[in-house]
C-alpha cells in the first residue's frame, strides 16, 4: 500500500496538464470534468498544474461541457471505458494508471484519509449499494471486520508452498510405500462471485528418499485455499507444489467441495459437491499405484 504526498500529486498533476496541452497547444483554457468522487480533486490539481503554464481551466458539472475528463487512478480500465462510450473524442487522463504501470500498488490518496480508512470505504460502499444504512449500530464497526476477515481468507498470497513444506531425507529410508493425509479442510473463495466453497482434500505421494512433515500437507493445502481460486486450479496447485518441493514417485491429490455461487445464487442446487483431482507420476501412470489411492480416498 502506498499513501501518496501532495507533493507526489502534484508532479502527476503536471504530467497531465503537459499532455492536454500537447495535444492543442492553441487552447487558451481547458473545461475539466472530474470523475467522481476521486477524479474531482484530481481535476482541481491538473487545474492549477494548468495555471502554472499560463493555461486558464474550469470544473465543469457535465460531460458535455467539458473538454477534458480527469480521474485519480486508472486501475482495471472500466471507468475509462465507460466514459470513452459516452464521448470517445474527449480526453480522458488519470493522475496514475495502473494499466501503463503495472508495478503501482494500492494507491491512498489524501483526500481518502488513512490507509485503514481508504480500505474500509470499499466495503461501506458495498453495504450502501444494496440499500444499508451503514451508520446503523450493527454496521457501524462492520468495515473493519470485513477487512480483517479478507486478511484472513486471502492470507495465502503472503506464503509461499517453500515456507510451508519442511522436507526431511531422515526417516525416508526404505519408505517407498504411499503415504496419504486424508480430509484436510479446506476453505476458499471463487474468483467468480466471490462466494466461499468449502470441503475437503486428500492429498497423497509415494516417497522418493524424501518425506514431508504430515501437518505441512495440511498447510500447503491452506496456502493455496486462502486466495481467490476455482477449484480446479486449487488442485494442481496443491499437487505441483508437493512435487516439485519432494520430486517423490507419484502425487495424488482429490478435493470434494461445495460451492455457495452453485447453492446460494444462480441454479441453487443445494447439497451438491464438485470433486477435481490431479495425479503424477507412478499414481497416474500405473494401475496398481492409481487403485490404490482411490481406493484409500473412497474409504
Not at 470485513?146 to 531425507?169: I, M, N, S
Request: charged share 25%; net charge negative.
Amino acid at each position: 500500500m502506498m499513501v501518496l504526498t501532495q507533493a507526489g500529486l502534484r508532479v502527476a498533476a503536471a504530467r497531465v496538464a503537459e499532455r492536454l496541452i500537447e495535444i492543442d497547444p492553441d487552447r487558451s483554457g481547458w473545461n475539466l470534468y472530474g470523475v467522481p468522487r476521486g477524479g474531482i480533486p484530481a481535476a482541481y490539481l491538473v487545474g492549477r498544474a494548468l495555471l502554472d503554464r499560463d493555461c486558464d481551466f474550469e470544473i465543469v458539472d457535465r460531460i458535455e461541457d467539458a473538454d477534458a475528463i480527469i480521474d485519480d487512478i486508472v486501475d482495471s480500465g472500466a471507468t475509462r471505458e465507460r466514459y470513452r462510450k459516452i464521448d470517445c473524442l474527449l480526453p480522458f487522463c488519470a493522475l496514475y494508471d495502473k494499466l501503463m504501470n503495472p508495478l503501482l500498488d494500492w494507491l491512498v490518496f489524501p483526500w481518502e484519509g488513512t490507509e485503514q480508512g481508504s480500505a474500509e470505504d470499499i466495503p461501506r460502499r458495498l453495504l450502501q449499494y444494496v440499500g444499508e444504512d451503514t451508520n446503523r449500530e450493527g454496521l457501524k464497526e462492520t468495515p473493519a471486520r470485513f477487512l480483517r476477515a479478507w486478511q484472513h481468507y486471502t492470507k495465502g498470497y503472503k506464503e509461499q508452498p517453500a515456507d510451508v513444506l519442511k522436507v526431511f531425507q531422515d526417516g525416508a529410508d526404505k519408505v517407498d510405500e504411499m503415504v496419504l493425509v486424508r480430509d484436510i479442510p479446506v476453505y476458499s473463495h471463487c474468483e467468480h462471485h466471490l462466494a466461499p466453497f468449502f470441503g475437503v482434500a486428500h492429498v497423497a505421494y509415494i516417497p522418493n528418499g524424501k518425506v514431508v512433515g504430515l501437518s505441512k500437507l495440511a498447510r500447503l493445502v491452506d496456502v493455496f485455499a486462502r486466495r481467490l481460486q476455482v477449484q480446479e486450479r486449487l488442485t494442481q496447485q496443491i499437487a505441483h507444489a508437493l512435487n516439485d518441493a519432494l520430486r517423490p514417485t507419484g502425487v495424488g491429490v482429490v478435493v470434494n467441495c461445495r460451492h455457495m455461487c452453485m447453492e446460494a445464487r444462480g441454479v441453487q442446487r443445494q447439497g451438491s459437491s464438485t470433486l477435481t483431482s490431479c495425479l503424477l507420476g507412478a499414481i497416474k501412470e500405473e494401475d496398481s499405484a492409481r487403485a490404490e489411492f482411490l481406493q484409500l480416498v473412497a474409504k
